[in-house]
């Protein structure tokens, strides 16, 4: 498996991962406005059934994984792994600082927009490259893999799915502009994962 490691992609994973890390510290952890997927999953059974996102989301994660490697192979385990590490050492480094746009709560649209595009762009480079930032990545590479349907539709009916469930304890205004960032998002991600599952190679 070493000798298809790639040490460019390793270095464009990692700034993606960095790119998605910015995003989600400056735009989503300020604005109100969430994401589908495992995250906004995560934070509803955290809401119903006091269950710790840090429980609930690597049991989610750990298991959309282990059905990334049976389909996508080992080097999509490897690529995912430098994405995760990647995305946490970035946001615990962006931690040290205060946010760029405190205010991004008040302007909801322009926070969709912009976290739409630093999810779509920072996760679908990720997803090209052939690994998964966060297991609704590898679960919709999974299943795109597997029925081959387009990426972002899949991202967006599991999104929409967990948006649905979010309304029993978010405000609906807040949901609204939610789906507008996972659609576009989604589709970002679609356009760059355009040729496939990724340039990663089953091993």
């Not at 400056?26 to 269950?51: K, P, R, Y």
């Not at 595009?117 to 609704?136: N, W």
Request: charged share 10%; proline share 3%; with cysteine.
């Amino acid at each position: 498996m070493l000798k298809k490691i790639n040490i460019k992609h390793c270095i464009v994973v990692l700034m993606a991962s960095a790119f998605l890390a910015f995003g989600l510290y400056n735009v989503h952890s300020v604005s109100g406005v969430t994401e589908g997927g495992i995250l906004g999953m995560s934070l509803l059974l955290q809401h119903w059934l006091d269950i710790s996102p840090s429980i609930s989301g690597f049991v989610m994660n750990s298991i959309c994984y282990a059905m990334g490697w049976k389909i996508l192979g080992k080097m999509f385990i490897f690529y995912s792994a430098l994405s995760t590490i990647g995305f946490s050492v970035s946001y615990r480094i962006f931690e040290q600082f205060e946010p760029l746009w405190p205010n991004l709560y008040e302007y909801p649209l322009i926070a969709s927009v912009l976290g739409a595009l630093f999810v779509g762009i920072g996760a679908g480079v990720c997803v090209r490259i052939g690994g998964a930032p966060s297991g609704d990545d590898a679960l919709s590479m999974s299943i795109s893999h597997v029925t081959g349907l387009k990426i972002q539709w899949i991202y967006l009916i599991s999104d929409l799915i967990v948006l649905v469930l979010s309304i029993s304890y978010i405000p609906i205004q807040r949901i609204g502009f939610s789906l507008l960032t996972v659609i576009i998002s989604g589709q970002i991600i679609g356009v760059i994962n355009k040729t496939g599952t990724g340039s990663a190679t089953r091993s």
